[in-house]
């Protein structure tokens, strides 16, 4: 079955305790992204990948970091956790960037920081 | 940023179709319309897009107006398994794979 995987799907933690959220995808897409869903924010963008060792920065990148070594994982690292990153957290994937792209999004990963 | 305006909340009967509208009057001519859903916390799922043209597939369809400044996803017999977040959203045809934002959409709730 084509999907998107993430883990945990809870979380929670301290602050300042370094975590890790993994995203895997089965569909060999080329994109993949982060994005955080807060009430009244709607869905913001945190970092993408358009390929392998290829990142960028998306819309509230600040505290977040991520890696792509291999082209199914992209995972998700937070070095100094705060409570403002406490937040519902989707990694979505997508074939490519340019033409009609269904972003398929993973089941999301509810992280509290105390 | 992908700037529309949806109302808040609407309701429907089991069965009937459920129209749901949404307006981006800033929208270029190069951007889809897109349109996703998100049931519960799950990660939200694509429905259906369109440029011009008005679009039907599986789940849904889609009217877009001539000067494009507004569109209707319509579910034609929704069932309860609809009941759901609808977002509506513009990207650019060159960068649709990349990043997508959404507002707080309609939550549609299908009545028995």
């Known amino acids: 079955e084509a999907q998107v995987t993430q883990n945990p799907r809870y979380l929670i933690t301290v602050t300042g305790k370094k975590l890790t959220v993994t995203c895997s995808q089965n569909?060999?897409?080329?994109?993949m992204s982060w994005y955080r869903q807060d009430p009244g924010l709607g869905l913001r963008q945190i970092y993408y990948s358009m390929n392998v060792e290829v990142t960028d920065k998306g819309d509230v990148p600040e505290g977040y970091k991520v890696s792509r070594k291999e082209k199914r994982n992209f995972p998700l690292i937070l070095e100094s956790p705060s409570p403002n990153q406490t937040s519902l957290y989707f990694c979505?994937?997508?074939?490519?960037?340019?033409?009609?792209?269904?972003?398929?999004f993973g089941p999301g990963t509810r992280l509290t920081v105390l | 940023d992908a700037k529309t305006t949806q109302p808040p909340s609407m309701d429907c009967a089991e069965g009937r179709a459920a129209n749901l509208p949404c307006n981006h009057s800033?929208?270029?001519?190069?951007?889809?319309v897109y349109w996703y859903r998100q049931i519960h916390s799950q990660g939200p799922q694509y429905i259906i897009h369109g440029l011009k043209n008005n679009e039907t597939n599986e789940m849904a369809s889609l009217i877009i107006t001539e000067d494009r400044k507004s569109s209707t996803l319509i579910l034609p017999h929704a069932t309860l398994r609809d009941t759901a977040v609808y977002y509506c959203t513009y990207v650019a045809v060159e960068t649709s794979g990349s990043r997508l934002t959404f507002g707080e959409g309609t939550q549609l709730t299908v009545n028995p």
């Open positions: 569909m060999n897409h080329e994109y």
């Open positions: 800033t929208i270029s001519g190069n951007e889809y």
């Open positions: 979505a994937s997508s074939l490519s960037l340019a033409g009609f792209n269904e972003q398929f």
